[in-house]
């Protein structure tokens, strides 16, 4: 996946190795000021086996609750789903805090553990990232299901981290169904993400740190985002890492001059307001994504197209 064998042995080691319409999302109406801060939903968890376009894996579900923890009700009302792909050979607790603080924003995200071997089918990841998201509009309406009537069956969203992140965007190039993407340090994947990314037509936000050895902006997210047409923005955190998009790192893994607490505040952030904005439907994030506020950033560079 990398250019140099010596880069890709650190990364195989660092990345070895939780009555509104359809689409409507009501946390609108109970939205906090700052993303990067927990939304007002309690978020909940099941590990679940999804099944769903002839594939079938176990995943993490994160959601909106009526209290925090393992196996609580789902909150009234509907919401958008987003896949999230893990990195190499990671599992996704090492993503924990970022999908929960999702869920807290009032978003249902599904985090396959299928691919993490040493040898990953990305094509077939991309494939899970998909039947996923078919899963779970299918839950809407299965009897007995704890998502029943509560998934914005329109509203469907890809991420991920590093090879995930890559997959996102093979997965949001087959799937005309999903409304945006937005994920982390994407790698180049094969099939390539560059080449898919040329035909993805829905907002794409690739989010990057500028110390990043293992998949560095150079020569993985700037490529996607160069082959990628408007709408795109890529947004690189200054002193961010591979690594710290992460809850903790792995032996080899690289580091950047920000901390890590502060490098995942700000992937919150980042990820929260793109979603709500483009997932959730909320102009009123416009501004935090287009204008003044993200231009003028001083913690995260812009570059985006409308």
Known sequence: MLKKLSVAVAAALTLVLPAPAAHAR?????TAADPSAPGAYPAGYVDATVSAAGRSFSARITYPATAAGSGQPVAAGRFPVIAFGHGF???????????????????????????????PDHSAFADDLNAALTWAVAQDTTTGSRF????????????GHSMGAGASILAA????KVVTVANLAAAETNPSAKAAAATVTVPVRLIAGDRDTIAPVADHQRPIYVA???????????????????????LFCDS????????????????????LRYLAGDTSYDDAVWGAPAQNDPQVSFEGVR
């Open 26 to 30: 009501p946390v609108a109406a109970v």
């Open 89 to 119: 050979l990671q599992g996704v607790s090492k993503y924990s805090s970022t999908l929960s603080h999702l869920s807290t924003w009032g978003f249902i995200v599904i985090a396959p553990t299928s691919q993490g071997g040493f040898s």
């Open 148 to 159: 029943a009537g509560h998934v914005s069956v329109d509203r469907l969203g890809l991420s």
């Open 173 to 176: 190039a087959r799937n005309p």
């Open 228 to 250: 990628k047409p408007p709408a795109k923005q890529l947004r690189i955190v200054k002193g961010g890492s591979h690594c710290g998009f992460m809850d903790s790192g792995t």
């Open 256 to 275: 950047g001059s920000i901390s890590r607490t502060t490098q995942l505040q700000l992937t919150r952030r980042l990820l929260t307001e793109w979603f």
